[in-house]
């Protein structure tokens, strides 16, 4: 493991972190602004900053020049998404689009259409959404039951889509589809890309627990698809959808904060009966704990990211980041709300400390323990392909899937 830039890489850091002082501020979403923030403002704002980063040569720098971006090795995107992390910018728009729509167009789409959509895409002009799972096909996505039937040159989609982040501001989306109901569940997919504006889409936000809505039911009744938006061949869906998710287990990676730092903050403001938090045995052991873990996720991320400065792929182990972040993510902000006493049960700004940013994690962690695979899926990975363990036994995969049962049929 290499805990050092090297002096290229610190070169680039340098000059990053130059650009970054200069700009960022003008579009930094603190926490007050945050909480008040009109959404379309916030994608406003988000779309500018967004501009600015591809115009300053900062967006996707992998990607090749004429698709947006200016082939820079994996290990400068990384210094740059370090570097950018330390502000709180409006870039959650666009992690779908960029981090798995993207990846996924770049190797299935003509050149033509590469060169269409993705510059557009890396400037923030259009957003992608991932149109996945269904009520009955999330963890077990090859189970999806959308239909897709041909007819001409077109493909005709009935069916519903679900948790679909974004969908509601997109422009565009990739969707996976059951072309074929006879053959066995991940033969019969078809994957497509499509305009989010086609006749007989119906967007409907679902309200989260915090009040936001950030992602919706998507119906289709009737949408008509050109065969010239297949991705891949038809019936080989689950082949593009398998570069979609290794690209989302990249993508979603640590949690977002608060910080063991943000809690130590808490604790030393926090004045208990027997004194300050921070001098509390009880309070203290956890800290302590809750450093450990972060140590332990800063130097698994030491390893990716030396994986990646040697030009190497990160593996499967990537999704413990996920797996470890996310719940420490719940319970430190569990822990944060406790501390607050009866201030933490409010989540207006003005009336609970650090403006109910603890709140806001704890809303959102167990969410975040879902999104891009579960815990208990990324368990099953890291038991299968890091731990070498027998693989579950899986009974549906050489049954046609309309001999399958299903609540639906
Ligand atoms: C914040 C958020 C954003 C999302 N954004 C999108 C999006 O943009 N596009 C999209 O397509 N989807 C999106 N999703 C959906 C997400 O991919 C699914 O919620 C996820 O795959 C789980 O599927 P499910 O909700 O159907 O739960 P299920 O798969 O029904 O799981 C229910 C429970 O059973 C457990 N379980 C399931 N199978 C197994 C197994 N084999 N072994 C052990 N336990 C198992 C799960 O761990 C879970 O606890 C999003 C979800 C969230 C929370």
């Known amino acids: 493991m290499d805990f050092k830039d090297t002096p290229r890489e610190a070169e680039f850091r340098t000059e990053v972190q130059a650009w970054l002082k200069e700009n960022a501020p003008k579009f930094n979403v603190n926490n007050s602004t945050r909480a008040s923030l009109d959404p379309d403002e916030g994608l406003k704002l988000g779309k ?29 995107q990384v210094i740059y998404d370090q570097e950018e992390g330390k502000y709180e910018l409006p870039v959650g728009y666009f992690s779908i689009g960029l981090g798995m729509c993207g990846p996924t167009m770049a190797a299935y789409a003509t050149d033509e259409q590469k060169k269409q959509h993705l510059p557009r895409m890396v400037r923030g002009d259009d957003i992608w959404c991932q149109l996945f799972s269904e009520p009955a096909a999330g963890s077990d996505v090859a189970g999806l039951q959308m239909t897709a039937k041909q007819e001409g040159g077109d493909w005709i989609l009935n069916g519903q889509k679900v948790w679909t982040s974004g969908a509601h501001f997109c422009d565009w989306g990739i969707i996976v589809t059951r072309s074929d109901p006879t053959v066995p569940k991940h033969k019969g997919l078809t994957f497509f890309f499509l305009d989010m504006k086609s006749p007989g889409i119906d967007i409907r936000p679902i309200e989260q627990i915090s009040g936001q809505s950030n992602f919706n039911e998507v119906f289709f009744e009737n949408v008509r698809v050109p065969d010239a938006q297949r991705l891949g061949a038809v019936g080989e869906g689950w082949g593009v959808a398998i570069t979609t998710l290794m690209n989302e287990r990249l993508a979603v990676g640590n949690a977002p904060p608060p910080f063991i730092t943000d809690l130590i903050a808490l604790a030393r403001e926090t004045e208990l009966d027997s004194g300050p938090a921070i001098d509390d045995t009880a ?6 704990d809750w450093y450990v873990e972060t140590q332990g996720l800063k130097y698994g991320h030491f390893r990716m990211m030396t994986a990646l400065s040697k030009g190497e792929t990160p593996g499967p182990e990537a999704s413990i980041t996920k797996v470890v972040s996310a719940s420490k993510l719940q319970n430190m902000c569990a822990f944060a709300m406790e501390l607050m006493d009866v201030g933490g049960s409010l989540m207006e700004p003005d009336a609970t400390p650090h403006e109910g940013f603890f709140q806001e994690g704890f809303l959102y962690a167990p969410g975040f323990r879902v999104a891009g695979g579960t815990d208990e899926i990324l368990r099953n990975i890291i038991a299968e392909r890091v731990l070498g363990m027998p693989q579950d036994i899986r009974v549906d995969k050489t049954v046609a899937f309309r001999e399958l049962p299903s609540g639906a049929q």
């Open 48 to 76: 500018a900053w967004q501009a600015a980063k591809a115009d300053a040569g900062y967006a996707c720098m992998t990607w090749p020049e004429e698709f947006g971006g200016r082939s820079a090795p994996p290990i400068e």
């Open 283 to 288: 309070v203290r052991q956890n800290l302590a």
